[in-house]
C-alpha cells in the first residue's frame, strides 16, 4: 500500500527555523517526483515545488523560490520542506504529494499533512 | 502563468442533484487537467485525471469533461459524502503547476 506520512504539527515563533518530513512507503521512492503543497487557514491549494528523489532534481513555484528548500534523502525514502526563517504568513497547512503519470501528471498519493503555526 | 478558474465559488444542492463545476485555463492546456476533492479537515483527494479519467475506486457518479480551456466536473446524482471543497488543477506547465481557487459544494 502507498503511503506519504508526514511529520506532526509544529509552533514556531518568526525567525526560526523549520524542517518538515514526508516519509514514503509502499513503492520505489526513488522513481516518483514528490511535490509540496500549502494550504493557508480558509484558503486554496497552492503548488509550491516539487522533487525527483532519485538525483534531487528541484523546481519551484516562482512565489516559493528563495522561500523555502526542498530535498530529500533516499536513503530513508523521506522528501523535506525547510524554511531558515519563518514568517508570521507561513502559517498554513503544508501537504506533500506523489506525482505520477504520464504524459499527463498528477498527485495520486497524498500525505496527511503538516500544520505549521508561526506566532509571537 | 497559466490562471485557473472555476465557477462557481461555490454551490448548494439537494441530494440526487446533477452539479456541474467549471474551470477555465488562460491558454491552451491540451487535456492536462485534473480534479481533485477535498473534504473538510481532510487530505485532497485526486478524483479525475487527464480532463476525463476516472481514478481508480471514485464512484462513477463522478465525471470530467473538455480540452483546450474548458473544462467540467459532473456529480451526476450528489451525495452526502460529496460535500467537499473540488479544486481543478494543470499540470500542462511542467515547472508549475497551478490550482483553480475551488468550488464549495454544499447539501441543502
Known amino acids: 500500500e502507498v503511503q506519504l506520512v508526514q511529520s506532526g504539527a509544529e509552533v514556531k515563533k518568526p525567525g526560526e527555523s523549520l524542517k518538515i518530513s514526508c516519509k514514503g512507503s509502499g513503492y520505489s521512492f526513488t522513481s516518483y517526483w514528490i511535490g509540496w503543497v500549502r494550504q493557508m487557514p480558509g484558503k486554496g491549494l497552492e503548488w509550491m515545488g516539487i522533487i525527483y528523489p532519485g538525483d534531487s532534481d528541484t523546481r519551484y513555484s516562482p512565489s516559493f523560490q528563495g522561500q523555502v528548500t526542498i530535498s530529500a534523502d533516499k536513503s530513508i525514502s523521506t522528501a523535506y520542506l525547510q524554511w531558515s526563517s519563518l514568517k508570521a504568513s507561513d502559517t498554513a497547512m503544508y501537504y506533500c504529494?506523489?506525482?505520477?503519470?504520464?504524459?499527463?501528471?498528477?498527485?495520486?498519493?497524498w500525505g496527511q499533512g503538516t500544520l505549521v503555526t508561526v506566532s509571537a | 502563468d497559466i490562471q485557473m478558474t472555476q465557477s462557481p465559488s461555490s454551490l448548494s444542492a439537494s441530494v440526487g442533484d446533477r452539479v456541474t463545476i467549471t474551470c477555465r485555463a488562460s491558454q491552451s492546456i491540451s487535456s492536462y487537467l485534473n480534479w481533485y476533492q477535498q473534504k473538510p479537515g481532510k487530505a485532497p483527494k485526486l478524483l479525475i485525471y487527464d480532463a476525463s479519467s476516472l481514478q481508480s475506486g471514485v464512484p462513477s457518479r463522478f465525471s470530467g469533461s473538455g480540452s483546450g480551456t474548458d473544462f467540467t466536473l459532473t456529480i451526476s446524482s450528489l451525495q452526502p459524502e460529496d460535500l467537499a471543497t473540488y479544486y481543478c488543477q494543470q499540470s500542462y506547465s511542467t515547472s508549475l503547476w497551478t490550482f483553480g481557487q475551488g468550488t464549495k459544494v454544499e447539501i441543502k
Open positions: 504529494a506523489r506525482r505520477n503519470g504520464h504524459p499527463t501528471y498528477y498527485f495520486d498519493y
